[in-house]
């Protein structure tokens, strides 16, 4: 039987300053140990990605770019990744790992993944990622 990680764990899992950590741990150990398979969605990735790379003072991680997507894949590894929409992850990943995205705009960035890989619009007419400003002007394929 599956058992979907919720974010809130995931992130105890890595932060280990946490007092909570021991127990997700301890969590996770004991329902792999009862032979359930514990899986995550690309969703519990664009939250975990949200508050590692939000600074410290917003009750973030403050990693950068590059420890995030370390932290991401050492999560893809631990846990099986049930895919959404066909590309939409790994569009996703790439906008966030090479632009670079962090904090909330990551939100934003799922977003602009799914409008470039699936609904159309032209990757060109997102220009830089200023993400809570991104409109697709190119509405011919809407509506």
């Not at 909570?20 to 969703?43: D, R, T």
Request: charged share 20%.
């Amino acid at each position: 039987m599956r058992i979907l990680v919720d974010t809130n764990v995931l992130i105890r899992l890595f932060q280990w300053s946490n007092p909570s950590s021991p127990i997700a741990a301890s969590a996770v150990h004991e329902l792999k140990k009862q032979n359930f398979e514990v899986v995550m969605v690309p969703q519990d990735l664009y939250e975990l990605w949200v508050v590692a790379t939000r600074p410290v003072t917003l009750n973030g991680f403050g990693m950068s770019v590059s420890d995030a997507s370390l932290l991401q894949e050492k999560c893809i590894h631990q846990f099986r990744l049930l895919r959404d929409e066909r590309g939409i992850f790994d569009h996703w990943t790439q906008i966030v790992s090479s632009t670079p995205v962090i904090g909330k705009s990551a939100h934003d960035a799922r977003l602009v993944a799914a409008m470039t890989r699936r609904h159309g619009c032209p990757s060109q007419r997102v220009g830089k990622l200023q993400l809570n400003e991104l409109v697709c002007s190119d509405t011919s394929g809407f509506g």
